[in-house]
């Protein structure tokens, strides 16, 4: 990398007086030329003399911002090597079809009758959701996993209550190698979160469970492959454990590329499940949103789903035919939970998905999943000769290492996450899951090629050696990147999001 570093913010660049072209008004209107005229601020909302504004020339702004965008990363400049979590390769015709024009102006009030296209589109992603995760139903309302989480609870909540159980049964169980929005979701719903011991296989301690199964129960979370990306073996015989006292199942299904077309959690005994469509379907995210985390029920618990719902009239109706704007309607079911979202969730993102669900076709998605696995498999056997391997078992689409193997350097997972950054990668996930001191969490997705994989491997393994024979380089590491190592801490406890606070901090 050999580029200069844009440092300087554009109100260090600002000089009293300095501006851009500014062309003479023409005195024309846009009502002169038939268009829609713009109603003038009210002149108590004008701030133009109080507000402080950058002023520069015109090629300063045009450099500051396009040099600015080149301190980015992004999927489209590299390679994330925690791709659906972080940022997997979102395919070029996802973003064509949600700015669509026939998508792009559908507005939340627009009447029933002139979305019936977009209605369609839910309705055909729900039913896509159905078949993919052995589902009845689902609810694409709302906007993240972890809202989709909250929503599932919640729809177990209600369907306790239906049966008169709504306050005995407060608990949920979540494994320790859970994602932490599982644990904050159940507690965020009002339920106690009891936490089940993994095994050195990584996997679910049956025995450990056992004991925690009684009546107080609503719910056991799992994520399957794990966070660990192990298999859990004893899904179905957990399942019944759990039916046995009562309980519901609720499936992780934030990053369920490995499973796509191979196997359905609804097929392994789950109730209640949600999907991230901004990592499973390859929408693109990150810093936030935007997202998507639709949640699926079985048969039984379509009535406990939050409103509003979209539902198809069949072609025919008493044996007259439906007309074809009157095709695709929106219900609001009073005795549903509330809503929890603004009407239907994120439109464009939903739109996103389904066109790389419709481009890959049910055989396509199914060998997504397997390359997910293949991928994740192909990077850890390259690399466990020189990086610890804690559970050396079948992995799926993600693996975790225990940091380097020679630990007598002192790199550190942090170092080696660093020194990546140098090499033009984005780090992957680090010091997550918990389970172990120098977790590093690697997860390829099925997008990326034989030789980016490869080059990837060349630099993990480069690092390595570096670590050893250089340790300080690593340790010091990055030392080509425009930011270098922040105090994480201070970061978040006391961000700098204004100049104004940058000059009083200063
Ligand atoms: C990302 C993730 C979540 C949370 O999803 P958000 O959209 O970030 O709220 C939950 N569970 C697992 C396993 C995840 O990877």
Sequence with gaps: MNRKVYRKLIFELSREGRHGHDIPRSGITPDDLGGVSVAPLPGDMMRADTLRLP???????????????????GVDTGFYPLGSCTMKYNPKINEEMAAHRCFAGVHPATPVSAAQGALQLYWTLQSALCKIGGMEEFTLNPFAGAQGELTGLMVIRAYHASRGEGDKRRKVIVP???????????????????????RPDGTVDVNDLAPLLDDTVAAMMMTNPNTLGIFEKDIPRIARMVH????????????????????????????????NLHKTFSTPHGGGGPGSGPVGV?????????NPRVIRHLETHQGFPVKEEKR?????????????????GNFAVQARALAYILTLGS?????????????????KE???????LPIDGLSKHEFVFDGLRDKSTGVTTLDVAKRLLDHGYHAPTIYFPLLFHESLMIEPTETESRETLDEFIDVMRDIAREAFEDPETVKTAPHLT?????????AALTPILTYDQLITTN
């Design 382 to 388: 390259s690399l466990k000769d020189c990086y610890l």
């Design 244 to 275: 046995d006292v009562g309980a519901l199942m609720y499936y992780d299904g934030a990053n369920l590329n490995p499973l796509l077309g191979v196997a359905r959690p609804g097929d392994m005994g789950f109730d209640v499940m949600h999907i």
């Design 328 to 344: 695709y309607g929106i219900v609001y079911d009073p005795a549903a939970l509330g809503s929890v979202s603004a009407t239907l």
């Design 298 to 306: 079985r048969k039984g618990l379509e009535k406990f789903l939050p």
């Design 363 to 379: 055989d396509g998605l199914m060998e997504a999943g397997k390359l997910a696995t293949l991928n994740a498999t192909y990077i």
């Design 55 to 73: 002023e520069v020339d015109e090629p300063t702004a045009v450099r500051h911002y396009t040099n600015m965008s080149t301190n980015n990363f």
């Design 176 to 198: 320790d190698s859970a994602h932490g929005t599982n644990p904050a979701s159940a507690a965020v719903c009002g339920l106690e979160v009891v936490e089940v011991k993994s």
């Design 482 to 490: 425009p930011v270098r190592r922040p105090d994480d801490t201070q």
